[in-house]
């Protein structure tokens, strides 16, 4: 039997985080160049989608809370959580669609 | 172009969620039966493997921050969280593997 759905969401975390941090320097952080390119590569959809251009370096300093100039995997989950934690509240107050009769 | 890696997990992620919290109750929350076989049909390794069976409701009680005895998506993303924390320190602990010659 297989990973199940949530296992395998938590797999990927780990594997993107380390994708991405292994890529330069300290491979257990993500740089602030590593940030930015996973967010483009990643997360382009949003980010792509943000006027302001600082929006990125704006975010890892949020997100940085140690102040290292670098994001370790717990600052990076809080990344993820936030993300989640927006369409959740997005979906919920999104209209229910119409029912089909 | 379909969603990334990073996508794919977010979408996972509420949808597991809304899977496990839909189906009694309030539709937006974890209850403790809802946790119950959440824990035992998607974590079932981890579940089975816990010698000591009160471990799942310890753990509902530790992530109820606001202790309504339900879960809502954040204190479920908590636990997604600590759950990616613990593997990825595991991973880092570990031994490198040997390096094939």
Chains 1, 2 share one sequence.
Do not use: W
């Not at 292994?22 to 491979?27: A, L, V």
């Not at 302001?52 to 994001?71: A, E, I, S, T």
């Not at 993820?80 to 934690?85: E, K, T, V």
């Amino acid at each position: 039997m297989g990973p199940t759905e949530t296992e395998r969401c938590i797999e990927s975390l780990l594997a993107v985080f380390q994708r991405y941090a292994g890529k330069e320097g300290d491979s257990k952080t993500l740089s602030k160049k590593e940030f930015k390119t996973f967010m483009d590569t990643e997360l382009g959809s949003f980010t792509k989608n943000q006027k302001d251009p600082g929006v990125v370096d704006r975010m890892m300093k949020k997100l940085d809370m140690n102040n290292d100039g670098q994001l370790d995997f717990s600052e990076f989950l809080n990344l993820i959580g936030g993300l989640a934690q927006a369409c959740h509240e997005h979906m919920a107050s999104a209209p229910a669609p119409p029912k089909r009769h």
